[in-house]
């Protein structure tokens, strides 16, 4: 079967909940999951979108949200001081281990996104993100290479292929699945990815 698409912006909490769910998920009907951050922003201004927050009422309501989905979810969650955090540093630093190390990519992000969303540490900081994927593997050198590798042209150019592809694919928020091209936007889809796996399981 062919693997299940999982987009998502590391700054998104939505899409951290969908990342603690939807391998498991999956697997649960032999499916495998392919991850592919994006920034989400970039996505939404090449679609001719407008951002996810940019009205105050929208605002209020989507952060109680964010703290009732992670409750009802199950899943530890309390909202950033920076937020939403830039989060190219981490989508690159993905990408480059997803082409070096692909067994550490999947658990590097999940890595980041706790940090981020349970802990609250600042994923937008070079040296974080440094630090992380130096915890997580040696494949991409010591923490001042990976620091000079996420500045680098072939970094920016992973992500903005991968930005490029998921516009490509209508990709207008996160976390989006797409399972054998039918698209799911929002971790509230969950039962409807359910009964779509099940289905063709």
């Not at 630090?131 to 903005?160: H, I, P, Y």
């Amino acid at each position: 079967m062919p693997p299940i698409d999982f987009y998502f912006d590391f700054a998104s909490p939505y899409g951290y909940f969908m990342s603690e769910k939807i391998d498991a998920l999956a697997a649960e009907r032999g499916r495998r999951v392919t991850w592919r951050p994006i920034l989400l922003f970039a996505a939404l201004r090449a679609l001719g979108l407008p951002p996810p927050f940019e009205h105050p009422v929208k605002l209020e309501y989507i952060t109680a949200d964010f703290a009732r989905s992670a409750r009802f979810l199950g899943l530890g969650y309390r909202l950033p001081p920076a937020f939403p955090a830039l989060t190219q540093q981490a989508a690159r630093a993905f990408y480059l281990l997803n082409r070096q190390a692909p067994a550490d990519a999947v658990p590097f992000a999940q890595a980041a996104l706790r940090a981020y969303f349970r802990d609250g540490q600042d994923i937008a900081s070079n040296d974080m993100v440094a630090q992380m994927v130096c915890e997580q593997t040696e494949a991409l050198g010591d923490a001042a290479a990976v620091r000079d590798a996420l500045q680098s042209a072939d970094a920016k150019t992973l992500l903005q292929d991968a930005i490029t592809a998921a516009v490509e694919n209508k990709v207008f928020g996160s976390p989006f699945v797409v399972i054998d091209g039918e698209p799911f936007f929002g971790v509230d889809r969950l039962p409807q990815i359910a009964q779509k796996l099940a289905a063709t399981a």
